[in-house]
């Protein structure tokens, strides 16, 4: 186990709807990362978030949100829920440094009807 | 363009064989990263391997190996002595953004693995 964790483990929500996922970084690990896997396919890299601040971003509109708190868990709020969001979102927390490797928590399986 | 390839959608091998895993990538960042992650059937990644772009030297951890050729860009992984637990959908991903400070995190499409008996 990689000591990330995250909530919860399944949400079915409406479309329209909004959601708020939960992730608890490794000990140590001041850097958090969400990914939206959706089924058959790779992760897409949504943002990452740096010691409370937001440093990088994939290619999601402005309604994927996130936040880091002081203890660098994080939070992805995803607003007026669309069908296509429907998937397994991933969390990841790093140390930084020359490698920044990532691990993973067990995902949140969001389906949306 | 696919910033990284990954051609074999299946692959099969012999248990105790070695079996190559691979993998092409596309960026113009002089400092990338390299990882593979395994993800079984259970949905979790699991971190395997890590080459970064400046390293002489091919990454190894345990049975894990990447054939890292930068000129050609590919960072192959080579799984040795395979085991019916390496039985798994099989990541290639890497990270741009280093030297900007905003980094990008890109995954491919995976490989299936399936190691016979």
């Known amino acids: 186990e990689t000591g990330v964790t995250q909530s919860p483990t399944h949400l079915i929500k409406t479309r329209g709807q909004q959601v708020t996922l939960r992730c608890s970084s490794q000990s140590g690990h001041n850097t958090v990362s969400w990914y939206q896997q959706a089924l058959g396919q790779g992760p897409q890299f949504i943002f990452q978030y740096y010691r409370e601040e937001e440093n990088g971003r994939g290619n999601f509109p402005p309604r994927f949100s996130g936040l880091q708190f002081p203890n660098y868990s994080s939070e992805l709020n995803v607003n007026a829920l669309e069908l296509d969001d429907s998937a397994l979102y991933l969390c990841?927390?790093?140390?930084?440094?020359?490698?920044?490797?990532?691990?993973f928590g067990p995902g949140t399986r969001l389906t949306v009807l | 363009a696919q910033k990284i390839t990954q051609t074999q959608p299946g692959m099969f091998v012999q248990e105790k064989e070695a079996v190559t895993l691979d993998c092409t990538y596309d960026?113009?960042?002089?400092?990338?990263?390299l990882f593979w992650y395994k993800q079984p059937s259970s949905g979790e990644m699991i971190f395997l391997i890590y080459q970064g772009s400046y390293d002489q030297q091919n990454a190894t951890e345990g049975r894990y190996s990447l054939n890292f050729q930068k000129a050609r860009k590919s960072a192959n992984l080579v799984i040795s002595a395979s085991q019916l637990g390496d039985s798994a959908m099989y990541f290639c991903?890497?990270?741009?953004?280093?030297?900007?400070?905003?980094?990008?995190?890109?995954f491919g499409t995976g490989t299936r693995l399936k190691v016979l008996a």
């Open positions: 990841a927390s790093s140390s930084g440094g020359r490698t920044d490797t990532q691990y």
């Open positions: 991903a890497m990270r741009e953004g280093r030297v900007s400070g905003t980094y990008k995190y890109i």
């Open positions: 960026t113009s960042d002089p400092s990338y990263g």
